[in-house]
């Protein structure tokens, strides 16, 4: 087991995971568990603990930047090990020119190329005051586990007067006030409410005001004169800064196969896999063969004992020993055909051997049911020859088919007989399961639709039309006496003779009393 630990151990790489190797628990197992726990957690059904599922980083990653010349402007680890995925991250850059990004393993891993991949951001130019631009990148791991640059912008500050935004927005006021205003003197007309009074006492006040405001309006322009007028010409509108989003494209060159790689890549798997399944072939028919071998070397001891000659018997066993060590010296490697063949020619004799056995099993079986379908219409015959009325509507024809069948097959039947009880258990049957069973399928096909034919249905006389119908309201309106004079008198009906005692009419038994 320490051995075995050893080499696995060496072969997975345990200095790379910093893991032991398990061994109570195999990655079937593992796969079956961890997918019965998922079902439970989002079936209805089942109420579980609470788990967090996270999958995390192997390695760490670190992405580096270059100058236009080409240096190394900086580095960074984004994402460190054993940090949780899908994750992403929002780098910001200065740049005047296109950014080239550099992605790879902080840590060498085997069997891995260090370099993921390349990323070039662009088109990125320098500021309006020369400056550099300000560069946001977002850097994601997603589910898979693969780095991606997700996406990139340009954030740009520019300046928007205060006052187009201002008189934007009191148009909108204004806008909203006057359909407020048009809603309310709707909603009054319908009401009916008159106040005339009020607003005319508004107005005039407004009116006031607004006169008094241009009198003074005039007296400051008066007194500040032509002063005034240039400084407001000179005043500068106020402004606002305001942030704009200018989308990048993200180049990507990832170190991988070119097309022509990839195509030979997928050839040279599919190959792979065909050989696989032909390994799988060649064995599997070689362990078909090693499986008979063992099976049968069982049996002939045991259940397939007599039903072969003790010669032949030996002949067969040398005959399988011969196969077993065939099988582990020249047929260690032998092709798929090869093996086979060497099985067909086993099973000529052990087939013959099997078919003894299987039909003395069932061959008992088969002649009892042959033999109830010819009892049960013998007695269906013995019923028709006692008038039985049941079977009073069978046609002389059909009885006498019945009668003709029942001999012909009872015939087959005794020398069915005769051949079972001569057959001899190391011998081939004389006659097989399946014979005896189309026997009595023909014979039943004959004999059973004229015995379950169904009696004719007898229809009742039909009603004669002339004569009306008597209801029971005509029933008992009709007099119990006829008041017809001359209507015939009733004739008494004869009373019974009472029945002779059998005591006084047979002179033996006066005899004997």
Not at 18 to 38: F, I, V, W, Y
Not at 50 to 67: E, P, R, T
Not at 397 to 417: M, P, R, S, W
Request: net charge negative; with cysteine; charged share 35%.
């Amino acid at each position: 087991k320490q051995w075995y630990q050893r080499r696995v151990a060496i072969t997975a790489g345990e200095e790379v995971l910093h893991k032991t190797c398990s061994t109570t628990l195999n990655a079937d197992e593992a796969a079956a568990r961890g997918c019965a726990l998922q079902c439970a957690i989002l079936s209805p059904a089942f109420k579980v603990r609470d788990f967090a599922i996270n999958d995390i980083v192997q390695s760490g990653i670190k992405l580096v930047w270059y100058n236009p010349d080409g240096t190394v402007g900086g580095d960074m680890e984004v994402f460190a090990k054993g940090h949780v995925f899908p994750f992403s991250k929002m780098l910001t850059f200065y740049r005047k020119e296109n950014l080239i990004l550099e992605a790879s393993y902080s840590t060498p891993v085997q069997h891995t190329q260090t370099v993921i991949g390349r990323f070039e951001v662009g088109p990125i130019k320098p500021a309006e005051d020369g400056s550099s631009t300000k560069v946001k990148v977002k850097v994601k791991v997603d589910i898979h586990g693969i780095l991606t640059v997700e996406s990139a912008h340009t954030v740009t500050k520019i300046q928007v007067p205060i006052e187009e935004e201002k008189k934007e927005e009191k148009k909108e006021v204004k806008k909203a006030e006057k359909k407020e205003g048009d809603k309310m003197e709707t909603e009054e007309a319908e009401n009916g409410v008159k106040e005339e009074s009020k607003p005319n006492e508004n107005e005039a006040d407004l009116k006031a005001e607004k006169i008094e405001k241009a009198d003074s309006d005039d007296k400051m322009k008066v007194e500040n004169g032509s002063d005034d007028i240039i400084s407001e010409d000179k005043k500068k509108p106020k402004t606002k800064t305001k942030t704009v989003q200018n989308p990048l494209e993200v180049t990507i060159s990832k170190k991988g196969f070119t097309a022509k790689e990839l195509q030979e890549a997928v050839e040279r798997e599919n190959a792979m896999i065909s050989t696989d399944k032909l390994i799988k072939d060649r064995l599997m028919a070689k362990n078909a063969v090693e499986e008979y071998v063992y099976e049968m070397r069982d049996k002939l001891y045991s259940k397939l004992e007599n039903f072969i000659s003790e010669s032949d018997k030996d002949v067969y066993l040398a005959e399988l020993s011969k196969t077993e060590n065939w099988l582990y010296d020249e047929g260690e490697n032998c092709q798929k055909q090869v093996y086979i063949d060497k099985l067909a020619e086993l099973r000529k004799v052990g087939d013959r051997i099997m078919t003894r056995y299987t039909e003395n099993e069932g061959r008992q079986g088969a002649l009892n049911l042959l033999g109830t379908s010819l009892v049960h219409v013998r007695k269906v015959l013995d019923l028709i020859r006692n008038k039985d009325e049941k079977y009073d509507h069978l046609s002389e024809e059909d009885i006498k088919t019945l009668a003709e069948k029942d001999a012909e097959f009872q015939g087959v039947f005794n020398d069915f007989c005769n051949k079972a009880t001569s057959q001899k258990l190391d011998e081939d049957p004389l006659i097989t399961v399946a014979q005896i069973n189309l026997k009595r399928k023909e014979f039943e096909d004959k004999c059973y639709p004229i015995v379950n034919k169904p009696k004719p249905k007898v229809e009742p006389p039909p009603v004669p039309a002339d004569e009306p119908k008597v209801t029971k309201e005509e029933e008992k309106d009709t007099p119990m006496e006829s008041t017809d004079a001359n209507a015939t008198p009733e004739q008494p009906q004869e009373q019974p003779a009472p029945a002779a005692d059998p005591a006084a009419a047979d002179p033996t038994s006066m005899e004997l009393d």
